[in-house]
């Protein structure tokens, strides 16, 4: 039996070098007692981790989505993990389609230990609370964030929380390690950390936005519970009012519905009801559009989400080169979950298409995520969104565009061009030409098909027709020169 001792932090490359040079060696998985450092006295560590026999045999090959599983898998805590992920790495070397076999107890183990470690970081980018401890310079702050994690996830979640707090240096302080970031290096640390006392100003903001976004209607208790649960409030600032909150709810609802003289319309309840019925995406790995997707669907950043149906996400290649950026999405969009499906939506399709532009290559978004409209009878008339709705959204617009990373950006109308350019810029003087953005991204500015479909006089929407094609032609050049 050969025993190797690793840190077992949840880094790949440790357990990956290891593996290999057992598999050359053709080691096989019961001769190898895999340990983990934490566990061991240090001497057992210099005493027994044995190096491997010499290099004999064809290196090993495993499928992209086995590195995939494995970098997960090694962050869960379970001592076992190692020598679970050696046994697949064998068996994968005589069944390729092993890792599809999801009633194999070991591929369903992996999975399981995949979904846990995914599930952890998911509740780090939600219940990760900073504090204020003083400023770095005039413009930049400093915090400190304490968090416990069931896995060895910080490291994995480090970037994350670089992107999202760039502009700010941070430092989260963990029992399984630390990150800091000073808004040029990112640093990592295993070692195990105490939890610091902390309170700051920003306590009481946090309880005060909680208890002004509590929205007792929306209250689902067992949800609620799931997504929260009671591990992670003794860390939240917020979490003493949410008992108070919850008893109070039901009285809160009673007297809304008394006074709901400009409730939405009735068949709105039912869309609304529908939308939320919709069975829950599985846990899409954080820092990922499909993760993104998934908090924007719960969205409460401004009052639009409470007439609207549901969150109009933006689709397309997560990789796309090219993004379209409309305005909102409108009463076909809101119903069906999708930007530009409706008349508007068409236009563009018909109009991109005669251009040579295949719609699949795009990504399609909107600057504003939910519906905004009026009610009128049985009809919603659309309402354009105004700075204030525009500027919240931008929130999701920047990081779709940070995830995406596309290197053309079509603006479509006045209300896109807002959200992308904090220069005041009239449309139609920057119109038809390409553009250079921050980021070494290229902007193009149009009209919006819907400004198309609006215009009354039958010649002037002709020659309109014209131009958004001449537009689309440019674009289609631009995006044959980007490859
Ligand atoms: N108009 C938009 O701006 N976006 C849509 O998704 C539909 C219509």
């Known amino acids: 039996m050969r025993r190797v001792v690793l840190a077992g932090r949840g880094e790949l490359a440790e357990w990956r070098d290891a593996a290999r ?45 086995f590195i995939e599983l494995a970098e997960t898998v090694l962050c869960h805590t379970d001592p076992a993990r190692f020598s679970l992920l050696y046994r697949l790495l064998w068996r994968l070397q005589l069944d390729r389609q092993l890792l599809e076999v999801a009633s194999d107890e070991d591929v369903a183990r992996a ?36 968090f416990e994690p069931d896995h060895h996830i910080v490291r994995r979640m480090a970037p994350f929380f670089q992107r ?57 208790l067992k949800a609620m519970q799931a997504e929260m649960p009671k591990k992670y409030w003794k860390n939240l600032p917020e979490a003493d009012l949410i008992p108070g909150l919850i008893a109070s709810a039901e009285s809160k609802v009673r007297a809304m519905a008394a006074r709901e003289s400009t409730q939405a319309m009735p068949f709105h309840e039912r869309l609304q009801e529908a939308a939320r019925s919709v069975p829950a995406e599985p846990e899409a790995p954080a820092g990922t559009l ?32 090219v993004m379209f950026v409309g305005e909102q999405p409108g009463d076909q969009e809101d119903i069906a979950g999708r930007p530009f499906v409706g008349p508007a939506g068409r236009l563009l399709d018909q109009v991109i298409g005669e251009a040579g532009i295949d719609r699949s290559r795009l990504y399609v978004t909107n600057a504003v995520k939910h519906f905004k409209y009026e009610p009128r009878g049985k009809r919603r008339i659309h309402q354009r969104p105004n700075m204030g709705e525009v500027k919240h959204c931008r929130w999701w617009l920047n990081l ?38 921050e980021g070494g991204r290229t902007l193009f500015v149009t009209v919006h098909p819907s400004y198309l479909l609006r215009l009354p006089d039958e010649r002037l929407k002709a020659e309109e027709l014209a131009r958004f094609r001449q537009d689309m032609l440019k674009i289609q050049r631009l995006m044959a020169a980007i490859g």
């Open 21 to 65: 040079a057992f598999a050359a060696a053709g080691i096989l998985p019961d001769e190898i007692d895999w340990r983990e450092k934490s566990a061991e006295a240090d001497l057992s560590f210099q005493r027994d981790a044995m190096p491997p026999a010499p290099v004999t045999r064809r290196p090993m090959t495993v499928p992209p989505a």
């Open 111 to 146: 999975r399981l230990m995949a979904k846990n470690v995914r599930r952890d970081a998911h509740k780090m980018t939600a219940f990760v609370r900073f504090k204020e401890v003083g400023a770095v310079t005039a413009d930049r702050r400093k915090f400190i964030a304490w």
């Open 164 to 220: 999202r707090f760039t502009d700010m240096d941070w430092l989260i302080v963990t029992p399984k390690g630390s990150a800091a970031w000073d808004g040029e290096r990112l640093t990592m640390s295993d070692e195990p950390c105490e939890k610091p006392n902390l309170t700051d100003v920003t306590d009481e903001l946090w309880r005060t936005y909680y208890a002004s976004i509590f929205n007792p209607a929306r209250l689902k």
């Open 290 to 321: 499909e993760a993104l997707r998934a908090e924007a669907a719960v969205c409460t950043r401004c009052p639009l989400y409470e007439k609207a149906t549901q969150t109009v996400f933006g689709e397309g290649p997560p990789d796309a080169e």
């Open 400 to 437: 779709e565009m940070e995830l995406v990373k596309p290197k053309l950006i079509v603006a479509m109308g006045a209300t896109a061009l807002a959200a992308l350019t904090d220069a005041k810029h009239r449309l139609q003087d920057i119109r038809g030409e390409a553009m250079a953005i």
